[in-house]
């Protein structure tokens, strides 16, 4: 960023003087003369600090450090703070040191009497007070180690690396996302290229295939042509000669019934058919000197006999190389039809592995550039998922993160449900929490958020807590229901709107779905319901038993005249909303697609994750595909007539996957598989 800085500064300079701002341009120049920030380079940023250290100079050390922390530590979160006050502490420490190894005492003195009652009360500079009266402390045992090389070293590396990587992060102005821009097209036009070369050198790969059966084929053909020739030209000819032709004919024959099995074949035998073309070649010269009189030192058999000989070995070469040209023609035809079939081509796939523990949700913004995922720790990672996975904010918390959802207006912000009765608002791109709406404490546990396709307003759906638990899953309450709320709230005002009525008694929601225009919400609950509201007269229009058990997943069908829904019953059901939740089909997929998910190792170890995420995700542009959970990644299934049949499988994982999520909004399809040790899999998809 800080090579973009001064190439803007240069602009900018050049704007107002082709516009004529003298008055603005020389205000400009005293400004950048006089630049605390130093062109936000860490280096030039260290190397004024080092200078007021070595200089002595106390006040401007503590002007640019205070500086510092107005500019840059404070859009720092909470957790480091801590950093951020050992480094200053490391930066005093050295100040002291030096002016004790040059030799002034006055500049000690005077540091502890203008610094020493900010630092009177901490623990850390308690000995360090008795440093002025030490006749030699760089020989103390507490002070020795701050008088050497090694330590200033170390101070200024880290010091230099933490400016960096916060000089890096920071939010810029949408004037030097010019930079950004220019370094994105240039990724993806190196991109284009890598890709241009794989496909001209995968065309190309196939080339010599099949140029290398064409030769052997016309090889063939004309052998076939001389021997012809030579049988007319030579039919009034001796008992000897007619003899001597039918033997070197017999193998010719044979050399061209190879030859056309490799034509019929096609490109992949072409190898197999010159071998074949050698061997014939070579079992031809072999059996024309066994049979010469000279060899065999017997008088030759009558023509008849020696074509009754031949024959034999003749018809089961031919029928050997018949069998093997119908079958590769087969399994090549079988291969095309199949590709012809897939709905999807794979372009690539990119794995994201910042988690280290299993995947509750991870969710696409409405772009489809930037991923958010939350693990059971409660660990929220913000990454962008092209060209390749790259992490660009980690979201910690004192207090488990059960549940997030991208807001719809602005795109920035992500709601973070957590399990004491609060709904997080973090900015994304300033990297900090800007609101925090609190819940009623009865129901502590957010299971669910769904933002209004509008952004006006959005839902939470909160449960509570489970033998005394924030973090335990509705079902570990035996059978019965868990109790929880349905609430809708304004998402500028950030104030409750309405408490939606859960018949016949309150349970926790486990899902919610809004339709394109959010008048309609629809959610399921651990009794097994599946609920229909009209947001804007907040009336439930109709609720039926759709699972026994927790209802996982529901989502509306592509026309919303439907509503699909997965539950802990294992069963995947389509229902009818005209007919009052009537059933149209219950859809068979895998035996494991519904959870709970569990992974068995040695010694008897089983770790079971129960399903917090979707189960099940549509194609957003057509809804004829649906992508689901398995064992080792993720199935795609084709929808038609009630019915569902795999299509694609989406691989590449060592442990279940739990949750799925797809977007449309790029170019290309994009699909996530996230599993249960933590890795998280992009499937760029193009649909055929």
Request: aromatic share 6%; glycine share 8%.
């Amino acid at each position: 960023m800080s090579g973009a800085v001064e190439r803007l500064d240069v602009l900018v300079r050049d704007f107002l003087v082709f516009r004529g701002f003298a008055a603005t341009l020389r205000a400009y120049e005293a400004e950048l003369r006089g630049d605390r920030d130093r062109g936000l380079r860490a280096e030039r940023l260290l190397e004024q600090l080092q200078l007021c250290v070595s200089s002595l100079d106390l006040q401007s050390l503590r002007d640019l450090w205070a500086h510092l922390e107005k500019r840059l530590f404070s859009r720092l979160e909470h957790a480091h703070l801590l950093t951020t006050c050992k480094l200053r502490t490391g930066v005093l420490r050295a100040y002291v040191a030096h002016s004790v190894q040059a030799g002034r005492p006055d500049k000690t003195l005077e540091f502890f009497q203008r610094v020493g009652p900010e630092l009177h009360g901490s623990s850390e500079w308690r000995e360090w007070f008795a440093l002025p009266f030490l006749p030699s402390p760089e020989t103390h045992s507490t002070f020795s180690a701050y008088f050497t090389k090694q330590w200033s070293d170390t101070l200024w590396l880290s010091l230099h690396n933490f400016l960096s990587v916060l000089l890096h992060t920071m939010p810029v102005p949408s004037l030097l996302c010019f930079d950004s821009e220019v370094q994105r097209s240039n990724i993806l036009q190196e991109e284009n290229e890598a890709l241009r070369f794989k496909l001209y050198g995968q065309v190309e790969a196939q080339k010599p295939r099949k140029l290398a059966d064409v030769p052997s084929v016309r090889a063939g053909e004309a052998d076939v042509a001389v021997t012809a020739e030579q049988k007319s030209r030579q039919a009034s000819g001796s008992a000897q000669k007619s003899s001597s032709v039918k033997k070197q004919t017999t193998p010719l024959r044979k050399d061209a019934a190879v030859c056309e099995s490799g034509r019929s074949g096609g490109a992949r035998d072409g190898r197999q058919t010159e071998r074949a073309r050698r061997n014939g070649q070579s079992e031809r010269e072999s059996r024309q000197q066994l049979l010469k009189p000279s060899a065999l030192g017997v008088e030759k058999r009558p023509d008849s006999e020696q074509s009754a000989t031949d024959s034999p070995g003749k018809a089961e070469a031919q029928s050997k190389a018949s069998a093997t040209a119908v079958a590769a023609s087969g399994a090549a035809r079988i291969n095309r039809e199949e590709a012809s079939q897939q709905p999807f081509l794979v372009l690539c796939q990119e794995e994201y592995s910042e988690h280290h523990s299993p995947i509750m949700h991870c969710k696409f913004d409405a772009s489809g550039s930037r991923v958010a995922s939350v693990d059971v720790d409660g660990v929220v990672k913000v990454w962008s998922c092209s060209p390749t996975p790259q992490t660009h904010t980690t979201v910690m918390a004192k207090s488990p993160l059960l549940s997030l959802e991208w807001a719809t207006k602005p795109h920035r912000l992500l709601l973070l449900g957590s399990g004491i009765g609060s709904v997080r608002f973090y900015d994304t791109d300033q990297k900090k929490s800007v609101a925090d709406v609190t819940l009623d404490m009865a129901y502590p546990r957010v299971l669910a958020l769904a933002c209004s396709p509008t952004g006006g307003s959005f839902v939470c759906g909160a449960a509570a807590s489970a033998h005394g638990n924030g973090t335990s899953p509705p079902e570990a309450a035996g059978g019965s229901a868990t109790r929880g709320q349905l609430s809708l709230w304004d998402a500028k005002t950030l104030r409750q709107q309405h408490l939606f009525t859960l018949d016949p008694e309150p349970v926790a929601i486990t899902c919610v779905s809004f339709n394109h225009n959010g008048n309609l919400l629809v959610c399921g609950a651990t009794d097994g319901l599946i609920r229909l509201y009209d947001v804007q007269r907040y009336d439930c229009l109709m609720s039926w038993r759709a699972h026994h058990g927790e209802v996982c997943s529901v989502e509306f069908s592509g026309d919303e005249t439907g509503v699909f829904s997965m539950g802990a019953d294992g069963k995947f059901t389509q229902w009818h909303l005209q007919r009052e939740g009537a059933r149209v089909a219950e859809l068979e997929v895998h035996a494991d697609a519904a959870g709970p998910f569990e992974v068995c190792g040695c010694s008897g170890y089983k770790q079971t994750h129960a399903p917090r995420g979707r189960l099940f995700a549509f194609e957003p542009s057509s809804g004829q595909h649906v992508l689901t959970c398995s064992a080792h990644g993720g199935i795609v299934y084709r929808l038609e007539s009630g019915s569902l049949s795999p299509c694609l499988t989406l691989g590449g994982h060592r442990a279940p996957v739990v949750t799925v999520e797809w977007t449309t909004a790029m170019d290309c399809g994009m699909c996530l598989t996230a599993s249960m040790d933590g890795k998280i899999r992009v499937s760029t998809l193009l649909a055929q």
